[in-house]
């Protein structure tokens, strides 16, 4: 058994022109799709991150550089989620199974190493 | 909070608090609407939407990576609350945005709850109701209207429900909210002085939404349906406030839940059309009709006679009868007789020809309908020569009977209605070419 992190970016969070009943359905494609993993034991943890507020620290000539905070971007990841699957294949077939993906967002998807 | 990932084990108990309620987002957003435009004034309705709608937006933002709060309404009215706050406090340019009227002063007593449970939201609704229903509007305005800040549906939606294109609804309520700023619509229950009157137009807007549900003339049936269920869904709001607790208002509720008790059982699985005669009587609504009759009940607390109170009682009889045979269709005539001296509308006029029919046989139907062949608001109206075929048909002049459901065919662009049409015809033209 591995663990994946499901990195967030875009899908229906970031669209503004929703209508009230369909931020509801989105918010419940989710719950299925989250309660689903926990049912199985494959939800490890998840977590929102702050919009806004991320920056950039580099050095640059010997010098500490802050860039950012970035504005929000289709492309800034919104949250993540910590999974369990046996395998990569798995890990894939899970992540293609999340909102994001139907709602035209994207999921960066990683194996946590051991 | 209860976390989505912190228990491994599912807690069944705190996984049905959690979920749901149909429509919650919907009519939370016509809740919220409402409370705040109370504040702001009706001259800030836009920025009120643009507050609520982001307060939504949160809720999708974050509940996908927590768990829907126990008390979802109430979550949202504190993001509102919070976010309104914030606002105020911080940018200068939203309070240019404010017409002038809020001091620092009423800053500080915004809001007054603390939580869903203890604020009059109806208050805030009934008012919001009379004002999508402010007397310089048009009908259609006010339908509009209504929906879009009480009930919370989009733009878009509305435009779906009403067969018009996006752009259209969305101008139209644009338009809408800049003449009410105009009029300097006051949000408020209308004094005593107008309250009958601005009652009677809030009742006319909710009947309409729910004839429009109701007869779905084309188009997907689904979110018209929906219109039916919105419009009982207001009028349960009108009927619970101390100003709607009246006779007129209880007449109108039961007519739709009576109504909607069919809903579905007016078509089969593929959408083709079922006549009441017809229908499986065991799939109506029960808990609809037991309703409807409560309501009807409480109608006639009074001696008021309201064009509500005779279609409640219409729909009533149909909904108590055990068959269409043993249909009460003498206390139905008499019932169209009283209502046409109130609203002699075609619908009216038709539907107690066919009462006449059922009393007296087809052939008497027939000599009713007959006069109103040359009814100027009828003469494109597809049930009237629809009406005729299943008359002739009854009398067995099958001729007739087909000429008439071809003459139906060409006044309906309803897909379901046309099916059903086509069926009768071809079983007409069947009888015609058969021995008799």
């Given at each position: 058994m591995s663990q994946f992190m499901l990195f967030i970016r875009g899908?229906?969070?970031?669209?503004?022109?929703?209508?009230p009943q369909q931020i509801q359905e989105a918010i419940e494609r989710y719950r299925a799709w989250a309660q689903k993993l926990r049912a199985q034991g494959k939800l490890v943890s998840a977590e929102k991150l702050k919009d806004n507020e991320g920056m950039l620290l580099s050095t640059r000539n010997g010098q500490i550089v802050v860039d950012g905070?970035?504005?929000?971007?289709?492309?800034?990841?919104g949250g993540y989620f910590i999974i369990n699957a046996e395998n990569l294949a798995e890990a894939i077939e899970i992540t293609k199974e999340s909102p994001t993906l139907s709602e035209g967002g994207m999921v960066e998807l990683r194996e946590i190493e051991d | 909070m209860p976390s989505l990932t912190s228990s491994p084990s599912p807690n069944r108990r705190r996984e049905s608090v959690s979920e749901l309620v149909d429509h919650l987002f919907r009519h939370k957003a016509g809740q919220m609407i409402s409370a705040l435009t109370r504040y702001f004034g009706v001259e800030n309705l836009e920025l009120v939407e643009d507050i609520v709608q982001e307060s939504l937006l949160k809720a999708l933002q974050q509940w996908p990576y927590r768990s829907?709060?126990?008390n979802p309404g109430g979550w949202l009215w504190q993001t509102a609350k919070n976010h309104t706050l914030d606002m105020l406090r911080r940018e200068a340019r939203f309070q240019k945005r404010?017409?002038?009227?809020?001091?620092p002063v009423e800053m500080e007593q915004f809001?007054?709850?603390?939580?869903?449970?203890?604020?009059?939201?109806e208050d805030d609704q009934l008012s919001m109701m009379f004002i999508g229903c402010?007397?310089?509007?048009s009908r259609e305005v006010q339908i509009a209207l209504v929906l879009n800040t009480?009930?919370?549906?989009s733009a878009g939606e509305i435009a779906r429900a009403f067969l018009v294109p996006e752009a259209t609804m969305a101008q139209r309520l644009v338009r809408a909210k800049n003449k009410l700023r105009a009029e300097g619509?006051?949000?408020?229950?209308?004094p005593t002085s107008e309250l009958t009157e601005r009652l009677d137009v809030v009742m006319n807007v909710l009947y309409l939404l729910f004839n429009e549900g109701y007869d779905?003339?084309?188009?997907?049936s689904l979110v018209r349906q929906e219109l039916c269920f919105e419009a009982i869904h207001l009028c349960q709001l009108v009927a619970t406030h101390p100003v709607g607790q009246i006779p007129r208002v209880h007449a109108l509720l039961a007519l739709m839940l009576l109504q909607s008790s069919r809903l579905n059982a007016r078509?089969?699985?593929?959408?083709n059309v079922i006549l009441l005669a017809d229908q499986?009587?065991?799939?109506?609504d029960r808990e609809m009709i037991h309703a409807g009759l409560h309501h009807l009940a409480l109608s006639a607390e009074g001696d008021e006679l309201s064009e509500y109170h005779l279609q409640a009682g219409i729909a009533a009889r149909h909904a108590v009868a055990k068959s269409d045979e043993s249909t009460d269709w003498v206390g139905i005539l008499n019932d169209y007789k009283a209502l046409l001296e109130i609203t002699p509308s075609h619908v009216v006029l038709l539907n107690h020809a066919v009462a006449i029919a059922r009393v007296y046989g087809p052939e008497a139907g027939l000599n009713e309908l007959a006069k109103l062949k040359d009814h100027a608001s009828l003469r494109k109206y597809h049930l009237l020569p629809a009406t005729f075929g299943e008359l002739y048909e009854r009398s067995r002049d099958y001729q007739r009977a087909a000429q008439s459901y071809r003459e139906a065919l060409l006044l309906t662009s309803n897909e379901a209605e046309q099916r059903f049409l086509q069926k009768k015809l071809r079983a007409s033209q069947m009888l015609l070419g058969s021995p008799q």
């Amino acid at each position: 058994m591995s663990q994946f992190m499901l990195f967030i970016r875009g899908g229906s969070a970031s669209s503004e022109h929703l209508s009230p009943q369909q931020i509801q359905e989105a918010i419940e494609r989710y719950r299925a799709w989250a309660q689903k993993l926990r049912a199985q034991g494959k939800l490890v943890s998840a977590e929102k991150l702050k919009d806004n507020e991320g920056m950039l620290l580099s050095t640059r000539n010997g010098q500490i550089v802050v860039d950012g905070p970035f504005a929000e971007t289709k492309e800034t990841i919104g949250g993540y989620f910590i999974i369990n699957a046996e395998n990569l294949a798995e890990a894939i077939e899970i992540t293609k199974e999340s909102p994001t993906l139907s709602e035209g967002g994207m999921v960066e998807l990683r194996e946590i190493e051991d | 909070m209860p976390s989505l990932t912190s228990s491994p084990s599912p807690n069944r108990r705190r996984e049905s608090v959690s979920e749901l309620v149909d429509h919650l987002f919907r009519h939370k957003a016509g809740q919220m609407i409402s409370a705040l435009t109370r504040y702001f004034g009706v001259e800030n309705l836009e920025l009120v939407e643009d507050i609520v709608q982001e307060s939504l937006l949160k809720a999708l933002q974050q509940w996908p990576y927590r768990s829907i709060p126990e008390n979802p309404g109430g979550w949202l009215w504190q993001t509102a609350k919070n976010h309104t706050l914030d606002m105020l406090r911080r940018e200068a340019r939203f309070q240019k945005r404010l017409q002038g009227q809020i001091g620092p002063v009423e800053m500080e007593q915004f809001p007054a709850a603390e939580d869903t449970s203890d604020y009059p939201f109806e208050d805030d609704q009934l008012s919001m109701m009379f004002i999508g229903c402010h007397p310089t509007l048009s009908r259609e305005v006010q339908i509009a209207l209504v929906l879009n800040t009480v009930s919370g549906f989009s733009a878009g939606e509305i435009a779906r429900a009403f067969l018009v294109p996006e752009a259209t609804m969305a101008q139209r309520l644009v338009r809408a909210k800049n003449k009410l700023r105009a009029e300097g619509a006051q949000f408020e229950i209308p004094p005593t002085s107008e309250l009958t009157e601005r009652l009677d137009v809030v009742m006319n807007v909710l009947y309409l939404l729910f004839n429009e549900g109701y007869d779905a003339h084309a188009g997907e049936s689904l979110v018209r349906q929906e219109l039916c269920f919105e419009a009982i869904h207001l009028c349960q709001l009108v009927a619970t406030h101390p100003v709607g607790q009246i006779p007129r208002v209880h007449a109108l509720l039961a007519l739709m839940l009576l109504q909607s008790s069919r809903l579905n059982a007016r078509t089969d699985a593929d959408g083709n059309v079922i006549l009441l005669a017809d229908q499986n009587r065991s799939a109506w609504d029960r808990e609809m009709i037991h309703a409807g009759l409560h309501h009807l009940a409480l109608s006639a607390e009074g001696d008021e006679l309201s064009e509500y109170h005779l279609q409640a009682g219409i729909a009533a009889r149909h909904a108590v009868a055990k068959s269409d045979e043993s249909t009460d269709w003498v206390g139905i005539l008499n019932d169209y007789k009283a209502l046409l001296e109130i609203t002699p509308s075609h619908v009216v006029l038709l539907n107690h020809a066919v009462a006449i029919a059922r009393v007296y046989g087809p052939e008497a139907g027939l000599n009713e309908l007959a006069k109103l062949k040359d009814h100027a608001s009828l003469r494109k109206y597809h049930l009237l020569p629809a009406t005729f075929g299943e008359l002739y048909e009854r009398s067995r002049d099958y001729q007739r009977a087909a000429q008439s459901y071809r003459e139906a065919l060409l006044l309906t662009s309803n897909e379901a209605e046309q099916r059903f049409l086509q069926k009768k015809l071809r079983a007409s033209q069947m009888l015609l070419g058969s021995p008799q």
